[in-house]
Structure formats: structure tokens, C-alpha cells
């Protein structure tokens, strides 16, 4: 993976929550946290968003953020622990936080 492109706001108290998505290349790698995961929610805007993510993207979510908000992602998601974020942001060669 080349960047890992970081999210946590929520894209349904901030409408430019996920502009970055743009920015995302394929090998690349999105992590959603905090109030970002709610993109995660099926039937959103957001949800669609991340359909259109180039195909060779993984896409992340911390477990916790997701479990706590009750979620169940209708598209393919990693779930992490905060451990694996750091793992995650070590092995990527850069990282570009869009809070």
C-alpha cells in the first residue's frame, strides 16, 4: 500500500466529511474512525461513495467505532483494533489524515 487515506468525521454532521475519497488510488488504503464509519451505514450517500472507491482499495474501520454505533457494513470492510491502526499506519509509505 502506498497512503493510507484516514477519515473521522462523520459524513452525516459534515457534508465534506469524505471529499478525500477523491484523492484515493488504487493499492491505496482507507481507514474510517470515530464518526466516519457512519459512511459504513447501508443505504447512505456515504455508503455509495465507498462503492466508487478504485477496486484494488482496502477499506478499514475501527471494530469499536462500527460495534458502537451498531453498524452492519453492506460493503466488504477489514474491522481493526487500535494495535493493527498502528501496524497499518507504519507499513503504508504515507499517511494523509482528512479530519
Known amino acids: 500500500m502506498t497512503t ?3 477519515f473521522s468525521r462523520s459524513p452525516l454532521l459534515d457534508a465534506g466529511a469524505l471529499d478525500g475519497l ?7 488504503a482507507v481507514l474510517l474512525t470515530g464518526g466516519a464509519v457512519e459512511a ?4 447512505s450517500v456515504a455508503a455509495a461513495l465507498l462503492i466508487q472507491l478504485p477496486a484494488k ?11 458502537a ?31
Not at 493493527?84 to 494523509?96: E, G
Open 4 to 6: 493510507l487515506h484516514l
Open 22 to 28: 477523491a484523492w484515493v488510488r488504487d493499492e491505496d
Open 40 to 43: 459504513l451505514r447501508p443505504g
Open 57 to 67: 482499495t482496502t477499506l478499514y474501520a475501527l471494530a469499536e467505532d462500527v460495534q
Open 69 to 99: 454505533r451498531c453498524l452492519q457494513p453492506e460493503r466488504a470492510v477489514t474491522l481493526i483494533d487500535y494495535p493493527t491502526f498502528v501496524d497499518l499506519s507504519v507499513s503504508c509509505a504515507k499517511v494523509i489524515s482528512w479530519t
